[in-house]
């Protein structure tokens, strides 16, 4: 019987999946990098979320693993390369969580306009602090939109939605597209110049690592507040530290890092950070989406061959 390694709190209808089509499952959360190391070589697949790391070194001791499928969109805790050469088929599921996520962006825009972490704290502390937690309305806002693609366009969706004017750039969308969304295609620049809210949906590559840095920042509006639920790469964490110091950046919602898990950061204890712990997509519903298809794909490919959304697809015999 084919044993799959399912790890990082994978919803138990994986589980169930497997079973029913024949696979002996095995869950291990919390696993570290040395007990993998140490115990990967067992298993034809693993299936796994973002707090595990698939380095080279744990990629070359897996001398049975034939397929890799990560139960959400971004793959950059897999060393895709490392797998490739060892023939190891990668997979991800880009749309299971899309809805989760995009929410959550706009969530984080609310909380930004009206303080409502600090206050909520400040008012459970037996404070009464009105004044203090004078807010911004978001209609009428501009919103620019980072990145337009699965998330970025729901996200594009719900704020035209909530009346405000939405800028987006993307290198790979027309100004049809954007029209047809109700949003602006503009330059970086020019959105940097025009937004009172920018929100990245981007995945993190060569082109978009460190493009929230100085001198992006120096571009936008005085006071802009930005949300960043994408990578923690894109940003150069000490400048948006010292953009927020300077208010510069009005303020700040993050929900991802360039360590994590982030037990210590620069930016916590920051009044103007909304800080959480990379939990955009950590609904019941898109778990259980992502789960599922993360089962069907690894079950597929193991039984007839079958490859879905796999990124290495072309590259693996």
Known sequence: MKKVLMVDGIDSICETILRQRGFQPVVKNNIGAEELKCCIGQYEAIILRSATTLSKDIIETAVNLRAVARAGAGVDNIDVDACTRRNILVMNVPFGNIVSTAEYAVAMIMALARHIPQANVSTHAGKWEKKKFMGTEITGKTLGVIGCGNVGSIVVDRARGLKMEVLVYDPALTNGRAAGLGAELTSLDELYARSDFITYHVALSESTKGMLNSSSISRMKNGVRIVNCARGGIMVEEDVKAALV?????????????????????????PNVIATPHIAASTEDAQVRVSQAAAEQISDYLLSGKKTCAVN???IK
Do not use: C, N, Q, T
């Open 313 to 315: 697809g072309d590259r």
């Open 246 to 270: 300077s208010r510069k950046i009005a303020a700040l919602a993050v929900d991802v890092y360039l360590k994590e898990p982030a037990k210590e950061h620069i930016f916590f204890g920051m």
